[in-house]
């Protein structure tokens, strides 16, 4: 079976200082792995992805994350961490199960707080 | 901002009542899902479907029941609403490329449901 775990429910940092969130994934395959960052009241958006090629992903709003095979890791990080990015972050990876399967399997979610 | 539609976006009801959930995207998406998200915590998918006329049952069991007659069109039904089905329903789409890419879902904006 295929999973996604986000180990820190909650994370806090101050502005200006890099953010890790972290991700560490299970998949019988090669995995397909995905970040979204979701807003109070929105849906999930989009933030980046790791399908093949580069171990380091760059995506919206500066976030960038590291794909380590041997670790099975797929940390968001950024440089410098703004107010704005105070959110709830998951991660998922795609669910090889079956020929031609598309669902993503999502991690429990880690709330980012940035603090002034 | 991707191109996937929700409502209502918020909907009080009481218990026996029918009620519908609507999802529409304009993308053209051939796969679209249905998740349930209690605030702050996790996705659970209760349906998806691959094309028209293709629709299966996620991993958490639900007593809705979708529809997909047109590709932009996936709605949710609720023949009986209880307080057992309060919660926030997110919708997403996603399409798969020629060259066997799988792409990022996309997600509405939700409906938040809450039954009396």
């Known amino acids: 079976a295929q999973s996604v775990a986000q180990p820190e429910d909650q994370v806090n940092v101050a502005e200006g200082n890099p953010l890790t969130v972290k991700c560490t994934y299970s998949?019988?395959?090669?995995?397909?792995l995905f970040w979204y960052v979701q807003y109070p009241n929105r849906g999930l958006q989009f933030l980046l992805k790791y399908i093949t090629g580069d171990n380091l992903v760059k995506g919206s709003y500066g976030f960038e994350a590291e794909f380590n095979k041997s670790q099975t890791s797929f940390h968001l990080k950024k440089p410098s961490a703004l107010v704005s990015d105070s959110a709830l972050y998951f991660c998922a990876v795609r669910d090889m199960r079956g020929a031609g399967s598309y669902q993503l399997t999502f991690g429990k979610g880690t709330k980012l707080s940035v603090i002034p | 901002e991707a191109d996937i539609y929700q409502t209502p976006r918020y909907l009080v009801i009481g218990t026996g009542k029918k009620i519908t959930l609507e999802c529409s995207q304009t993308m053209g998406h051939d796969k679209m899902y249905w998740y349930q998200q209690d605030p702050g915590m996790e996705l659970h998918l209760i349906h998806y479907?691959?094309?028209?006329?293709?629709?299966e049952k996620g991993d958490l069991s639900s007593e809705s029941t979708v529809s997909r007659i047109r590709t932009e069109h996936f709605p949710l039904t609720l023949e009986s609403a209880r307080p057992s089905h309060t919660s926030q329903y997110l919708c997403?789409?996603?399409?798969?490329?020629?060259?066997?890419?799988?792409?990022?879902?996309?997600f509405g904006p939700g409906t938040r449901l809450t039954v009396l």
């Open positions: 998949v019988s395959g090669n995995p397909y």
């Open positions: 997403a789409s996603s399409e798969w490329t020629r060259l066997g890419s799988y792409n990022e879902q996309f």
């Open positions: 479907s691959y094309g028209v006329n293709s629709t």
